[in-house]
């Protein structure tokens, strides 16, 4: 299950139980048995069939694996980011443009013409350089061409509008940029120092991972209506 999450691939623990006290369980992605057995007719999406005369219930309980990450950028914000990911058991690697050290905690790819091959469609980046560097900008244009699902760059809000100019006069699609590009990055936490930055752009990723909307929790489930 760890392997399926680190590879950000969703599966199913589907549980057989019969009406003698039986039970059968295995864990099931892209329709097929990962790990241990049960019968093909659990896969068939019922909450209970009828075996031999015997009602048997299917219980399924499915889970999201973690999005891949790539982190592009050699300083303060994306090394705490890096770490946060590692810590939230997200696979990340970092690319940079031969800037990038061995010293991240991640799988360092120094070499920006290679970012197409990392990227897919659940794949999250974010571009993450203080003060920008010259391929920025590129690295972003390349991961929305690539399709990936979410395209953050830490930028201020001029900036980030000059990105969106550039893109669109690089010929990409207005709509497709609103779909995945995400800057300034982060959530509004009120963020000051490179560690709470880098926390605002990770709750930003899980809240898109998982579909949250990034507000107050209780603003949403209030107790005092219960009151």
């Known amino acids: 299950i760890e392997e399926l999450s680190l590879k950000g691939k969703k599966f199913c623990i589907?549980?057989?139980v019969y009406p003698n006290g039986k039970v059968k369980r295995g864990v099931v992605s892209e329709g097929k048995v990962i790990?241990?057995?049960?019968?093909?007719?659990a896969l068939e999406g019922k909450e209970e069939v009828e075996i031999q005369g015997m009602k048997v219930k299917i219980m399924t309980d499915c889970a999201e694996g973690n999005p891949n990450v790539i982190v592009?950028?050699?300083g303060k914000v994306a090394r705490h980011l890096v770490s946060l990911m590692n810590f939230l058991n997200y696979p990340v690697t970092v690319v940079g443009d031969h800037d990038v050290d061995d010293s991240f905690e991640a799988n360092v790819v120094n070499d920006m013409k290679l970012l197409p091959t990392l990227i897919d469609e659940n794949t999250f980046v974010v571009v993450a350089n203080e003060g920008g560097?010259?391929?920025?900008v590129s690295g972003v244009e390349m991961a929305i061409k690539g399709g990936a699902k979410f395209v953050a760059l830490m930028e201020s809000r001029n900036r980030a509008a000059l990105?969106?100019?550039?893109m669109i006069d690089s010929g990409i699609k207005e709509e497709e940029i609103k779909k995945r590009f995400y800057s300034p990055a982060g959530l509004d936490l009120g963020s000051k120092t490179p560690q709470e930055i880098a926390l605002s752009i990770a709750s930003q990723i899980v809240a898109i991972a998982r579909g949250g909307g990034g507000g107050h929790y209780m603003l949403k489930k209030d107790p005092y209506s219960l009151v």
């Open 72 to 74: 592009i950028g050699s």
């Open 14 to 16: 589907v549980t057989e």
């Open 163 to 166: 990105a969106i100019k550039r």
């Open 133 to 136: 560097k010259h391929y920025d």
């Open 35 to 41: 790990v241990g057995e049960i019968d093909p007719f």
